[in-house]
């Protein structure tokens, strides 16, 4: 863990803000401490057909879900989604300065019984690591 969904709508998908979103909620995530290089899933998606607020053509979006394994104590996970929460809203400011943005995030906690999981991602990471 985490799975990490974004979703941007498609007004503001060739700002630069947007094109460096992924790698910085990656990054911010990792900075973490809390989840193995070998659980991140990170999704991008670009939201061509939505509306936002009034409907103006000039307000955009950007949503961001970290869900999470159970098992951490609630500071833990308020830290961690502050942290994660905080590099979003550094890279999107000057965005925010510029147009009508909305900007949500979430962490969730997967149910501890109906999460399950077919994963050898960790042992080949470790393989690559120890070859390099």
């Known amino acids: 863990?985490?799975?990490?969904?974004?979703?941007?709508?498609?007004?503001?998908?060739?700002?630069p803000?947007?094109?460096?979103?992924?790698d910085?909620?990656?990054?911010?995530?990792?900075?973490t401490g809390l989840f193995p290089l070998g659980g991140i899933r990170l999704r991008?998606?670009?939201i061509d057909?939505?509306?936002i607020g009034d409907g103006h053509p000039d307000n955009s979006f950007v949503h961001v879900v970290l869900r999470i394994g159970v098992?951490?104590?609630?500071?833990?996970?308020?830290?961690?989604?502050?942290?994660?929460?905080?590099?979003?809203c550094?890279?999107?400011?000057?965005?925010?300065?510029?147009?009508?943005?909305a900007v949500a995030f979430e962490l969730q906690e997967m149910h501890p019984e109906?999460?399950?999981?077919?994963?050898?991602l960790h042992e080949h990471i470790k393989r690559r690591q120890e070859s390099n």
């Open 1 to 15: 863990m985490p799975h990490i969904w974004i979703e941007t709508s498609a007004n503001i998908a060739a700002q």
């Open 17 to 22: 803000e947007v094109r460096a979103l992924k």
């Open 24 to 31: 910085c909620v990656y990054q911010a995530a990792l900075a």
């Open 44 to 46: 991008f998606q670009v």
């Open 49 to 51: 057909d939505y509306i």
């Open 71 to 88: 098992g951490r104590d609630a500071e833990t996970k308020r830290k961690s989604a502050e942290a994660v929460f905080q590099k979003l």
């Open 90 to 101: 550094g890279l999107l400011a000057p965005l925010q300065q510029r147009r009508p943005l």
């Open 114 to 120: 109906l999460n399950f999981k077919f994963n050898n």
